[in-house]
């Protein structure tokens, strides 16, 4: 089974620098890995999902982030900050069976004008 | 393009009354998941259909129940509402039954609210 222990529980940057949302997982063979976006009251969006076929994936809204097997990390990032930026950034395995998805606790990211 | 859609957005119930929650997954998707997520809480997994049968179970109460239906939309029923029931319910939908590879789209969600 999969798991992911996000580091962080709040991030804040100022806006044009960049942004690094850590994620740990734990897995005993080659894990897929998402990363989600919620902004207040919205659904989950995918950012970006890793499924071994590279280990630096790129995603949408310029967000990017690579596997590392080395350290068990899976870590977001961007090179700048946008006010819209701002939500709350899930890491993501799929769970038992993989007919679900067991989610990190989430970390809330401001960016600060 | 299309995504789930869920109904209502809003809903206000009382306690030990019953609320029914629809989904509407993205067309040819035949995998429905449906999750809760409380105040300040990551979503949690509660029940998921592949194909119109139950796939998985997750930390579902014994008094919700769920089905899919032939046209692959979904619902989730909801009896006996308990004040700790008040959260936002998501419905995700994906392709060929299984999150690896095919990840989950999720519909903006149905804000239950138990007084």
């Known amino acids: 089974a999969q798991s992911v222990t996000q580091l962080d529980s709040h991030v804040s940057v100022s806006e044009g620098t960049p942004v690094l949302l850590r994620c740990n997982y734990s897995s005993s063979y080659s894990p897929s890995l998402f990363w989600y976006v919620q902004h207040p009251n919205k659904g989950l969006q995918l950012l970006l999902k890793y499924t071994s076929a590279a280990t630096l994936v790129k995603g949408i809204n310029g967000f990017e982030a690579e596997f590392k097997k080395s350290e068990t990390s899976f870590h977001l990032t961007k090179p700048s900050a946008h006010m819209s930026d701002a939500a709350e950034y899930f890491c993501v395995a799929p769970g038992r069976g993989a007919n679900n998805l067991f989610f990190g606790t989430g970390t809330r990211l401001t960016v600060i004008p | 393009a299309a995504g789930v859609i869920q109904s209502p957005r809003h809903l206000i119930k009382e306690k030990r009354e019953t609320a029914t929650l629809k989904c509407y997954p993205i067309p040819r998707h035949d995998t429905v998941y449906w999750y809760q997520q409380g105040p300040g809480q990551d979503p949690q997994f509660l029940i998921s259909?592949?194909?119109?049968?139950?796939?998985d179970k997750g930390s579902i109460p014994d008094r919700f129940s769920a089905q899919q239906f032939s046209d692959y939309h979904s619902e989730l029923n909801m009896s006996s509402l308990e004040l700790g029931d008040s959260a936002l319910y998501f419905c995700?939908?994906?392709?060929?039954?299984?999150?690896?590879?095919?990840?989950?789209?999720f519909g903006n969600g149905t804000r239950l609210t138990v007084t």
């Open positions: 259909f592949y194909e119109k049968m139950q796939s």
């Open positions: 995700a939908s994906s392709l060929r039954g299984s999150s690896y590879n095919s990840p989950l789209h």
